[in-house]
C-alpha cells in the first residue's frame, strides 16, 4: 500500500513530467522586457491563425457577440514577447476570422490590479448590456481578487472604453482560511430560476483542484455558496474553469442559463500542473448548486480533453446570432522564451471552434467555424488514390504551408490491426514509440504536413488501428519530433485515442488547419482534436509540402481528399 509520503512524491514527479514542457508559469523576465519598439519576424507567423502585431499572448478572456461585433480579448503584455505587464488587449470582428485591434480594454489603474488584469469572462445582462468579471492581483505575492468592469458607453458595439466602479471593487475577496494566490478566472455568469446570478471562481485546497461557487442578486454583491459546485482531488489549481449547458437534442448551442431535461452540463478546467485541460459531462442540480460528471466522464488527469496537443486556457460563449456556441483556446509556444524575444511574438489563438455534444452523449464534438471556409482559395482534389505499404503521394497546386484539408480514408480489412497491449495506456507514449517510421498492420496512415521536399523535417498527423480484447481501439498522433531541424525546440508526440466504431463503415476521417508555425487537425468529424505548435527550418513558406502516406501492411485508400490554399486573414 502507498504511503502519505510516497503518494505525495509520486503526485511531485508527475507534476514536473506532465508539465507538458511549457514554461512555468507567472515568471516575469524583467531582463526580457522592453517598451522599445523592435521588429517582427515574419517567417512562421500565422496567415489566418489569430495573433496580434506583436508581442505576447494568452489565454483569450471574456469573448461575446454583442451588436452584431465579436469581440475577443485576450491576456497581452504590450511590452514584450514574454508573458508579463499583462493587460485585456482587444480585438474586434464581424466574422470571427478577420480582426481589428483596439486599444487594450483592461490594464493596471487600480490598487485591486496594480499587479495585473488576469483571466476572466464576459457576461450580457439582459436589457442592460455586457459586463466583465476578471481577476485583479493585488501584490506582488500574487494575491488575487475578483473585480468588475463595465462599458463606459454600452451603446458603442465596440465597446472600446471600460470602467472599474471604484465603489463595487473587489466584488470578491478570497474569504478567511482560503488561499488567494489560487483564487482566479471567473466564469461566464448564469441565471437561476430563483432569480439569482451564479459564477465559479478555479481555486485550490492543497493538492484538490476547485470550482468556488458565488451567487448574487444583483451581480455587485456576491455571496459565496458554502460548497463549490465540484472538486477532484489531486488536480492541483484549477484555472480558467468553464461550466456551460449543452443539448441532447442535436448541434445547436445554449445559452449559458439555460436549463431543463433536453441539457446536459459540461466543465472544463485547466489544470496548472499539467498545463492541460480535461472536461466532464455531467448533471447540474440547480437546486443544490451541485454538478456530478456522468459515470462515462473520469473527472481528473485521464478525463477528456478538448485538444490533446497545444491547447489551453479556453473559454466558450454561446453566439445568439447563429444558435452556437463556440470555443476558443489559447495555442501556447513551443519555441524557447529566447526565439519568442527574437522573432518579436509569442502565442496565437486557435481557430474558433463551435462545440456540441456528441450523440453518444459521452463526449463533445468540435468543428471550425463555418466562417473559415471563406478564406478557401485554389482547390485540388484526390480521388480512390491507393497507398501500398510504405508509400507516400504528394497533395501538389495548393499553398502547402497556408492550407485546410479535408480527407477520407478507408481499408478493406481490419485483420491485420496490431494487438493492443492494455498496458499502452498513455497515447502520447504510444505515439512517441511508435511514430511513423515503425511498420503496422493497419496503419500508420495519413498526412505528413509542413515536409521538406526530402521529408528532413515534416510533421505527420495520422491513425493507427490496434485491436483490442472486445473492440479496436483508434490512436490519432500529430507528432512534432521530426517537425525542424532546430534542436532547441519543445517536440511533442501529441496523442489521443478516437472513440468510433469501424464496424460497418471501415472508414476515418480527418480535417488539418496548416498555418505557417501550426497544424490544428480534426479527427473523425472532431471527436479528437490536436494542434502541435512547430518551426519548422527547412519547410517554410512555398519550400513546405504536402504528402499522404500509409506505412501499415493493409493498403490504405485516399477515398476523397480535398485541399485548399488559405488566404491570409485581416487583422489589421
Ligand atoms: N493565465 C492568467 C491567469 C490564468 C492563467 C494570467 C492561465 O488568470 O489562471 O495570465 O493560463
Not at 429 to 434: I, N, P, Q, R, S
Not at 453 to 458: A, F, S, T
Not at 524 to 543: C, D, F, H, M, Q
Request: proline share 5%.
Amino acid at each position: 500500500m502507498m504511503t502519505l509520503t510516497n503518494c505525495l512524491i509520486v503526485f511531485i514527479l508527475v507534476s514536473v513530467i506532465c508539465n507538458n514542457g511549457v514554461e512555468a508559469f507567472h515568471r516575469i523576465y524583467p531582463d526580457l522586457q522592453s517598451v522599445s519598439a523592435h521588429s517582427v519576424n515574419k517567417l512562421h507567423r500565422t496567415g489566418f491563425h489569430f495573433q496580434p502585431n506583436r508581442n505576447w499572448i494568452n489565454d483569450p478572456n471574456g469573448p461575446m457577440y454583442y451588436k452584431g461585433i465579436y469581440h475577443l480579448f485576450y491576456q497581452y503584455n504590450p511590452k514584450g514577447a514574454v508573458w508579463g505587464n499583462i493587460v485585456w488587449g482587444h480585438s474586434v470582428s464581424k466574422d470571427l476570422i478577420n480582426w481589428k485591434e483596439l486599444q487594450p480594454a483592461l490594464y493596471p489603474s487600480k490598487p485591486f490590479d496594480r499587479y495585473g488584469c488576469w483571466s476572466g469572462s464576459a457576461t450580457i445582462l439582459p436589457g442592460k448590456g455586457p459586463v466583465i468579471l476578471y481577476t485583479g492581483v493585488v501584490d506582488k505575492r500574487s494575491n488575487e481578487v475578483q473585480c468588475i468592469a463595465v462599458p463606459a458607453n454600452a451603446s458603442d458595439p465596440l465597446l472600446t472604453k471600460w470602467v472599474k466602479p471604484d465603489r463595487l471593487n473587489p466584488i470578491v475577496t478570497a474569504d478567511h482560511g482560503m488561499n488567494g494566490s489560487v483564487f482566479r478566472d471567473p466564469t461566464t455568469a448564469w441565471l437561476g430560476k430563483d432569480g439569482q446570478w451564479r459564477i465559479l471562481v478555479g481555486g485550490k485546497r492543497e493538492d484538490t483542484g476547485v470550482a468556488y461557487l458565488y451567487r448574487s442578486r444583483n451581480f455587485l454583491k456576491w455571496i459565496r455558496a458554502k460548497h463549490p459546485i465540484h472538486s477532484a482531488k489531486r488536480t492541483g489549481m484549477w484555472e480558467c474553469p468553464d461550466f456551460y449547458p449543452v443539448s441532447l437534442e442535436g448541434k445547436n448551442g445554449l445559452d449559458s442559463s439555460m436549463m431543463g431535461n433536453s441539457v446536459k452540463h459540461v466543465l472544463k478546467n485547466s489544470l496548472d500542473i499539467t498545463r492541460y485541460e480535461y472536461y466532464t459531462i455531467g448533471t447540474y442540480i440547480q437546486n443544490q448548486d451541485k454538478y456530478i460528471p456522468d459515470k462515462t466522464s473520469e473527472d481528473g488527469w485521464g478525463g477528456l480533453r478538448y485538444d490533446y496537443g497545444n491547447f489551453y486556457a479556453s473559454k466558450s460563449f454561446f453566439d445568439p446570432s447563429k444558435n452556437r456556441r463556440i470555443i476558443w483556446g489559447w495555442a501556447n509556444e513551443s519555441d524557447t522564451k529566447e526565439d519568442d524575444v527574437k522573432k518579436g511574438w509569442a502565442g496565437i489563438q486557435a481557430i474558433p471552434r463551435t462545440v456540441w455534444l456528441d450523440s453518444s452523449g459521452r463526449q463533445l464534438r468540435q468543428w471550425p467555424v463555418e466562417e473559415l471556409n471563406r478564406l478557401r482559395g485554389k482547390e485540388v482534389e484526390m480521388n480512390k488514390q491507393k497507398l501500398k505499404k510504405g508509400s507516400y503521394v504528394e497533395v501538389k497546386g495548393i499553398t502547402a504551408a497556408q492550407a485546410d484539408l479535408e480527407v477520407t480514408f478507408s481499408f478493406s480489412s481490419l485483420d491485420k490491426a496490431e494487438a493492443f497491449d492494455p498496458k499502452w495506456e498513455n497515447a502520447e507514449d504510444l505515439c512517441a514509440e511508435k511514430g511513423t517510421k515503425v511498420r503496422g498492420g493497419v496503419g500508420p496512415f495519413g498526412l505528413l504536413t509542413l515536409a521538406s521536399k526530402k521529408l528532413e523535417e515534416y510533421t505527420p498527423v495520422f491513425f493507427r488501428i490496434f485491436k483490442a480484447s472486445n473492440k479496436h481501439k483508434i490512436l490519432m498522433c500529430s507528432d512534432a519530433k521530426s517537425s525542424s531541424l532546430n534542436r532547441e525546440l519543445y517536440k511533442p508526440s501529441f496523442a489521443g485515442f478516437v472513440n468510433v466504431d469501424l464496424g460497418n463503415t471501415k472508414k476515418l476521417s480527418l480535417r488539418s488547419l496548416i498555418d505557417h508555425s501550426v497544424v490544428e487537425s480534426f479527427g473523425v468529424g472532431g471527436k479528437t482534436n490536436i494542434l502541435s505548435r512547430v518551426y519548422p527550418t527547412l519547410a517554410v513558406k512555398e519550400k513546405a509540402h504536402l504528402f499522404v502516406f500509409n506505412n501499415g501492411t493493409e493498403q490504405i485508400t485516399v477515398e476523397n481528399l480535398k485541399a485548399w490554399s488559405m488566404k491570409t486573414a485581416r487583422r489589421n
